[in-house]
């Protein structure tokens, strides 16, 4: 389950705002056209983490609420292992928030949220510590969300996504607002956690060195009307670095030139 395919979609929104948002044409009305997704047309298979960048406001975070189900296409549809894409699906599509965690709930019964579907035949408990174990919180299954730091209640929303077992992850910037030695930990253990449960996982970031470590595909989405700028398959084996992967090397600076920014200043 999760494979995607995106077949000639647009999204196209009405201006309901007086002042332009930044990117915003100056001279934009209430009521006018905001064309944002142009003709995208994107096919991912079952189990692929696919990262996508794009320039702040071109509609990355639209796309994924069209594939989601939370936003209806303009033209165009999106398919979910062969079926058209009408609206949510809490039991196939997990969305990963911020602060997803229910505060009254501490980590342990966060996590059992996700697994209420499960019958208990003795293997849920076991299930919770496997989860809770896997994003590294053993000793912490007590704790309330308040008591925990960011990046371990992103680890914890982490573990609460995988109770829930669903054919698709999506995360938008799952790791913006982290400190830097914790965005490392934690995409690593995102890496580590898709090639052990192998869905399919869409990821949305900033960070080009992001996508190209972690992802099993790369999509560069253009500003806004956004299309394709480009796709590229990264078949390099995990742990990924750029020493050693000469053509990962060659693409980052590719991306890099693309986004119109370089990494050395
Ligand atoms: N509900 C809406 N009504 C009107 N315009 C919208 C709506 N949602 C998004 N937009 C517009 O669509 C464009 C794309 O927004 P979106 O949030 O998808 O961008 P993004 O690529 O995720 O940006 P960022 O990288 O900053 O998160 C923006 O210009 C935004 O103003
Ligand atoms: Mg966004």
Redesign the pocket.
């Known amino acids: 389950m999760g494979k995607i395919d995106i077949q000639h979609l647009t999204k196209e929104?009405?201006?309901?705002r007086r002042s332009p948002?930044p990117?915003?044409d100056a001279a934009l009305r209430i009521g006018d056209r905001?064309e944002?997704l142009r003709d995208i047309d994107l096919s991912f298979d079952r189990g692929e983490m696919i990262c996508i960048l794009?320039p702040?406001?071109?509609?990355?975070?639209?796309?994924l609420k069209i594939i989601a189900g939370f936003e209806r296409p303009t033209t165009g549809r999106v398919l979910i292992d062969e079926s058209p894409v009408n609206g949510p699906s809490s039991n196939h599509i997990f969305v990963f928030q911020h602060s997803g965690l229910f505060p009254w709930m501490n980590v342990w019964q966060n996590v059992q949220m996700g697994l209420r579907r499960m019958p208990d035949n003795g293997q849920r408990q076991e299930k919770i510590q496997e989860y809770i174990d896997l994003v590294d919180l053993t000793g912490f299954e007590h704790y309330f969300p308040y008591q925990l730091s960011g990046g371990m209640q992103r680890r914890a929303e982490l573990a609460r996504a995988l109770a829930v077992n669903p054919d698709m992850l999506i995360m938008d910037?799952p790791f913006s607002g982290l400190d830097f030695l914790t965005h490392m930990k934690m995409r690593e253990e995102v890496v580590n956690m898709h090639e052990f449960i192998g869905k399919t996982i869409l990821l949305?970031t900033?960070n080009i060195d992001d996508a190209l470590i972690m992802g099993d595909r790369v999509v560069l989405m253009s500003g806004?009307p956004s299309e394709v700028k480009l796709m590229r398959k990264l078949a390099f084996p995990h742990p990924r670095n750029y020493e050693e992967e000469p053509e990962l090397n060659e693409l980052r600076e590719e991306l890099y030139f693309m986004l119109g920014v370089s990494h050395a200043v």
């Open positions: 929104f009405r201006n309901r948002r990117g915003d905001i944002v794009g702040s406001g071109c509609g990355k975070s639209t796309l910037e949305v900033h806004r």
